[in-house]
């Protein structure tokens, strides 16, 4: 897939992800979608796109819809030359049901495709980015990537608890070479042992990044940074559609921030007013299945969201 | 027991509460507290009494430890002189064990005591309370105490699952006659059989209070206003001893900081500001066992803390 030639950011601030393009199947209790486009990459790109050009890099299978290839062009800050099509193999296939309280979620089927085999190749165009971030996949892959970007400035990983049970010596090196770190509350106890969140938080803090941020669904986020911690309510919520993509279209509302901000990225106070961006970009993606609500959203429309959010947290 | 005479406050903000008094043996993981003194009535006021004079209305039994006179003594803003002894009755006593994560609970027995008995009676000098707050108690009994208050101005009243259960007809009147409601997330999902706590905060809304507070614990808390929609997280805590009274210690605290403040205290701005106080005040509580964590805490320990807090979430 060529470029949809966007504006190229300022080289100080392109931002690039690697992540998956999946092809999800998608049940909850508001309703279901089958075979429609998700996936981290994806979503992460959407999300950041209203912020900065982000550049992805990424693999889907010759089963890849040209209808797929329509929901990328909504979206003309985001650079596809790194969405390699690979004609003899299939796209990444996921389908999960979501009960009733939307935080909790059966995967009722996973087929790898594409992320059985070699990951994607970084476009020689790709090479000078500076703000990275790493969707969840093996640890090993991830350091693989990063470590092609010579360039880079701010990298930020995200990971599961898949990779914590079977990869964790790979996950633990990859902490080292990070400035940041993305997971959920319960892959947080599991990487360290510690139930307290913001104990779990301060020791992952050790293990290398500058900074961890804590993703606890409709109840917001964490943030534990070397210069303190903060903490940040979702945006209450009541159309929650499809949680799909929440914490892919936080990260990437974070990341975006981040690369269009001016100041340190890596500050305490870039990162939390940037979660506060990925935390309206989220707030919006549940509304919808797939990119539905992503697609059509206005810049004015976040803004007003981002106001109105501010003000329901001013002290 | 007699007025420890306290500096009466301003009529127009006079503050009083009507609650438990408890003997509590609470384990935790920390570490247990045998036959400390608790109740939802003690955590309240001694949190309120950080921020304005509180009035209480409770009753204990013959078997009140003098040990417990002296921690009321360690907070002189509270007024005694509703506190009713009853030579022939016994304390309510309350018995619980907290599992590892902190936010699930145990009861291990329930002695009511003089909670079987009639109300407590309000002093005549305390008739004139106008900032009213009905700790959790039969509804019936809450709109009994606050009808004798002829001169309220703002009237808040907590709950339980079980008047949800076995009085909610009482419960709805109550609804009718009061400005605002607090309560715990499960239990504005059972009061309103709505999961999602936006849409349960809401449809209690259309129930006659004002506004909602629903509590999260560790998550923080959600305030449903007739103006508005606000959010906060708690205070990122990482020493929690005993969670018993956070939630007291957060009305005390939120209730104490509309007392004292000079605007409306019925606004949706007031609350919110408010709730700031309280999860502050919590966060102090739940460092040690009882009250021995708000028995000593200095006005400027709060003040530090809340600054460290507005930081933590300003955009």
Same mark, same amino acid.
């Given at each position: /897939?060529?470029?949809?030639?966007? *504006?190229? =950011?300022?080289?100080g601030?392109?931002?690039?992800?690697?992540?998956?393009?999946?092809?999800?199947?998608?049940?909850?209790?508001?309703?279901h979608?089958?075979?429609?486009? $998700?996936?981290?990459?994806?979503?992460?790109?959407? !999300?950041?796109?209203?912020?900065?050009?982000?550049?992805?890099?990424?693999a889907?299978?010759?089963?890849?819809?040209?209808?797929?290839?329509?929901?990328f062009?909504?979206?003309?800050?985001?650079?596809?030359a790194?969405? +390699?099509? @690979?004609?003899?193999?299939?796209?990444?296939?996921?389908? =999960?049901?979501?009960?009733?309280? /939307?935080?909790?979620?059966?995967t009722?089927?996973? +087929?790898?495709?594409?992320l059985?085999?070699k990951?994607? &190749?970084?476009?020689?165009?790709?090479?000078?980015?500076?703000?990275?971030f790493? !969707?969840?996949?093996?640890? %090993?892959?991830?350091?693989?990537?990063?470590?092609q970007?010579? &360039?880079? @400035?701010?990298?930020?990983?995200?990971? /599961?608890?898949?990779?914590?049970?079977? !990869?964790?010596?790979?996950?633990?090196?990859?902490?080292?070479?990070?400035?940041?770190?993305v997971?959920?509350?319960?892959e947080? +106890?599991?990487l360290?042992?510690?139930?307290?969140?913001?104990?779990?938080?301060?020791h992952?803090?050790?293990?290398g990044?500058?900074?961890?941020?804590?993703?606890? =669904?409709?109840h917001?986020c964490?943030? !534990?940074?070397? &210069? =303190?911690?903060?903490?940040?309510?979702?945006?209450?919520?009541e *159309?929650?559609?499809?949680?799909? %993509?929440?914490?892919?279209?936080?990260?990437?509302?974070? /990341?975006?921030?981040?690369?269009?901000?001016? $100041?340190d990225?890596?500050?305490?106070?870039?990162?939390?007013?940037?979660?506060?961006?990925?935390?309206?970009?989220a707030?919006?993606?549940? +509304?919808?299945?797939?990119?539905?609500?992503?697609k059509?959203?206005?810049?004015?429309?976040?803004?007003a969201?981002?106001?109105?959010y501010a003000?329901?947290?001013?002290?």
């Open positions: /897939m060529s470029s949809t030639s966007s *504006t190229p =950011g300022p080289s601030t392109s931002l690039i992800v690697t992540g998956t393009i999946g092809i999800d199947t998608v049940y909850t209790p508001s309703g979608a089958e075979k429609v486009l $998700g996936g981290s990459c994806t979503y992460f790109a959407a !999300a950041a796109s209203f912020y900065a050009p982000v550049r992805i890099v990424a889907a299978g010759g089963d890849f819809p040209d209808s797929f290839r329509d929901v062009r909504a979206f003309p800050a985001i650079d596809t790194g969405l +390699e099509v @690979r004609p003899g193999s299939r796209t990444f296939a996921w389908g =999960g049901k979501y009960m009733k309280n /939307m935080d909790t979620r059966e009722l089927f996973t +087929e790898l495709g594409v059985a085999e990951p994607p &190749e970084i476009p020689a165009e790709f090479r000078d980015s500076r703000i990275v790493l !969707a969840n996949s093996h640890p %090993g892959v991830q350091l693989g990537f990063l470590e970007l010579t &360039e880079r @400035r701010l990298v930020v990983a995200d990971t /599961m608890d898949l990779w914590i049970n079977i !990869a964790r010596d790979d996950l633990l090196v990859l902490l080292r070479r990070v400035d940041g770190l997971l959920n509350y319960d947080a +106890e599991l360290t042992g510690r139930s307290n969140t913001v104990a779990a938080a301060r992952i803090l050790e293990m990044p500058k900074f961890v941020v804590v993703k606890k =669904g409709e917001g964490l943030l !534990a940074h070397r &210069e =303190g911690l903060a903490a940040l309510p979702a945006y209450p919520a *159309t929650v559609v499809d949680p799909t %993509g929440a914490g892919d279209s936080f990260a990437g509302g974070m /990341m975006g921030a981040l690369a269009a901000g001016g $100041g990225p890596s500050s305490a106070e870039s990162i939390r007013k940037a979660l506060a961006h990925g935390t309206i970009i707030s919006f993606n549940i +509304e919808a299945f797939s990119l539905e609500r992503l059509t959203l206005k810049r004015a429309e976040i803004d969201r981002y106001r109105e003000a329901m947290v001013r002290l």
